[in-house]
């Protein structure tokens, strides 16, 4: 299993931008799919986005295509999430996730990642 640490988070104004930033341990990276995931107090925690292994392949909610970007560095260990244009409504806590399967469909419940960060908290001013 893969260990996974955030970072990145804060209080930002709306318009404003971050990146996040997750760290994983183990030599091991490169072979797991990875996500983001948010949770706003009182909700459910739903998806962000997702990259596959080798990055060839990206997935994101419509409720963030063309503002976010995931990316990863497999030489660093490490998966982003660029988030530009923020809005009130971002504001989450935001976690990282791993998994060995990464379907097509676009869609991914957190039932479907394995191994979850602690998250950080991403505040957006109106």
């Known amino acids: 299993q893969v260990q996974l640490v955030e970072s990145g988070g804060g209080l930002v104004q709306a318009g404003d931008s971050l990146r996040l930033s997750c760290a994983a341990s183990?030599?091991?990276?490169?072979?797991?799919?990875m996500g983001w995931f948010r949770q706003a107090p009182g909700k459910e925690r739903e998806f962000v986005a997702a990259?596959?292994?080798?990055?060839?392949?990206?997935y994101y909610a419509d409720s963030v295509k063309g503002r976010f970007t995931i990316s990863r560095d497999n030489a660093k260990n490490t998966v982003y999430l660029q988030m530009n244009s923020l809005k009130p409504e971002d504001t989450a806590v935001y976690f990282c996730?791993?998994?060995?399967?990464?379907?097509?469909?676009?869609?991914?419940?957190?039932?479907?990642?394995?191994?979850w960060g602690q998250g950080t908290q991403v505040t957006v001013s109106s």
């Open positions: 990259i596959s292994w080798s990055g060839g392949r990206t």
């Open positions: 996730a791993a998994t060995n399967f990464l379907g097509g469909s676009g869609y991914y419940t957190p039932s479907d990642f394995g191994s």
């Open positions: 183990g030599r091991t990276f490169s072979s797991y799919h």
